[in-house]
Every structure is written in C-alpha cells, then in structure tokens.
C-alpha cells in the first residue's frame, strides 16, 4: 500500500495575534494564539497535514514568508488582521506566490466598523473563513486537506 504524503501547511498570523486571550477577549475570544497552535497541531496530525505556524506585526515579514511558502508548501491559511483592510502588498504576494490561500478570521468583520468591511486579501485567496473564532482555524485545515 502506497504511504500517504503529509502535505504541508504555512499557516501565518498577522499583527496583534500575539495578544490573544487578552486582547478584547469580548471580540477574539480568551483563546491565546499558542493554544490556536497546539488545537491545529492535533488536528493536522489527523489530516495528514504538516503545519509551520508563524506570527509577525510586520507587514514586510510576512510578505517575505508567503514568497518563501512557494517553494516548500502546498497551502496557507492566513489571518491577515488589521492588514486585511490596507495592504495591496500582501495582495500582490498572494497573487504572486500562487497558493491557496484560505484567510482566515476570528471576528466577523462585516459585524464590525465599517473600515473592516474590506479585504484586500479576500480577492486573491482560495475562500474566507470568519465568525468562527478559534474554530475558523480547524475549518481552514480541514479545507487545505482538499487541496
């Protein structure tokens, strides 16, 4: 019987990530980011998926990172945060890198001020997933997996 390949997963994380679970908890939850970490390691394990997870306040470092995904990945999940709504940079790198890209979303945003209602990362990725909290990111794996 053939073995099966792990495929391999970047997931990335945008600024002010890192203060999860202390961070508005009413909006993102109480949720930290190293226990969104640890939830997706387990569950890629049951997928057969091999996750690098990686967190930046810095616009350039995660674009650095998703060129840098083209040539060891098959996916990416990514929650842009507030570089959702501004950077046509992080635009122009997903649509370079051609990946799928799922962004992801602990918050609604549409719910939310009305400068959030628009990404600049939603027109270049794969799909969107939102509202979920912590959830989103075990949604989004079991996306990549279909990948």
């Not at 997870?53 to 098959?74: K, M, P, T, V, Y």
């Not at 600049?120 to 912590?134: D, K, L, N, T």
Request: hydrophobic share 45%.
């Amino acid at each position: 019987m053939a073995e099966r390949h792990t495929r391999r997963v970047l997931v990335l994380n945008g600024p002010n990530l890192n203060l999860l679970g202390t961070r508005e908890p009413e909006v993102y939850g109480a949720t930290t980011l190293a226990d969104i970490e640890r939830m997706m390691q387990e569950k890629a394990a049951t997928l057969s998926l091999s996750i690098e997870f990686r967190q930046s306040n810095h616009e350039g470092q995660l674009i650095d990172w998703l060129h840098e995904a083209r040539g060891w990945c098959e996916s990416v999940i990514f929650n842009p945060g507030a570089y959702t709504h501004t950077s046509v940079a992080l635009y122009d790198a997903i649509k370079a890198i051609e990946l799928p890209v799922i962004e992801v979303h602990l918050s609604n945003p549409h719910a939310r001020e009305s400068f959030r209602h628009t990404s600049f990362v939603s027109p270049v990725a794969r799909g969107v997933i939102q509202g979920f909290g912590a959830f989103g990111y075990l949604m989004a794996l079991e996306a990549a997996a279909q990948f």
